[in-house]
């Protein structure tokens, strides 16, 4: 199947913990993004990435960290320094060749996080 | 910088009603225009989208048509159903086309 995978789909902090949410996708999109969002809000972004081994800060980047060592993989961290980490996240990605982009994002099915 | 506005819910109809989200615009250049619909505990899913001014995006009933004059790319529904019920969120990129810029979502419930 192609598409965007997120795992896992509940998770659950204690508070002090750092946690790793997981996207993967087959789609052989060269951009990926993470996004937060918080009930009756729209959706916020964190960081981007649009080739692999770089990344950029979105909007709300302070408390989450991420890598892309792989072009299909773009793991998020929530670092115990996000002072409200509980929301719903959702991951996106983005198809680019040859500095051509498409401008559609396509999304994962989400992780909610929730600090106990 | 560039945003969307979207017309606040809930929005509550019986089926069969007309629906009409309002989104309005403020961007730089002409980008392309989405619609993105949310179920609950799910992901966002493309609803329609309009590249260019004048050009109505349309799929599974809805359509929305671009129009520059007005800055708007309202979602209309002739006829909405029970499994219509979702959130809407108008979208579009930035013009960099590193980000998209999101409503606020607005939340339709449909009853029987």
């Known amino acids: 199947d192609g598409g965007i995978t997120q795992s896992p789909k509940y998770l659950f902090r204690k508070e002090g913990q750092n946690v790793t949410l997981s996207c993967e996708q087959n789609l052989n999109h060269d951009a990926m993004y993470w996004y937060r969002q918080d009930p009756g809000q729209g959706l916020r972004l964190i960081y981007y990435s649009q080739i692999v081994n770089d990344f950029q800060k979105g909007d709300i980047a302070e408390g989450y960290s991420v890598s892309r060592e792989k072009k299909e993989s773009f793991p998020l961290t929530v670092t115990s320094a996000q002072k409200n980490p509980t929301a719903f996240y959702l991951c996106a990605t983005r198809r680019g060749a040859a500095g051509e982009w498409t401008d559609t994002q396509y999304f994962g099915p989400g992780t909610r996080l929730t600090v106990l | 910088g560039d945003s969307v506005t979207q017309m606040e819910g809930p929005v509550t109809l019986s089926e069969e009603a007309f629906l009409t989200i309002n989104c309005t615009y403020t961007?730089?250049?002409?980008?392309?225009l989405f619609w993105y619909v949310q179920y609950p505990g799910e992901g966002l899913q493309l609803l329609l989208k309009?590249?260019?001014?004048?050009d109505k995006g349309s799929n599974k009933g809805f359509e929305a048509t671009y129009r520059k004059e007005t800055t708007s790319f309202h979602l209309e529904k002739g006829s909405v159903q029970v499994s219509d019920s979702a959130v809407y969120f108008c979208?579009?990129?930035?013009?960099?086309?590193?980000?998209?810029?999101f409503g606020t979502g607005t939340s339709l419930t449909v009853i029987p």
């Open positions: 309009a590249t260019k001014a004048d």
């Open positions: 979208a579009l990129p930035s013009n960099t086309g590193n980000q998209f810029y």
């Open positions: 961007a730089t250049g002409y980008p392309s």
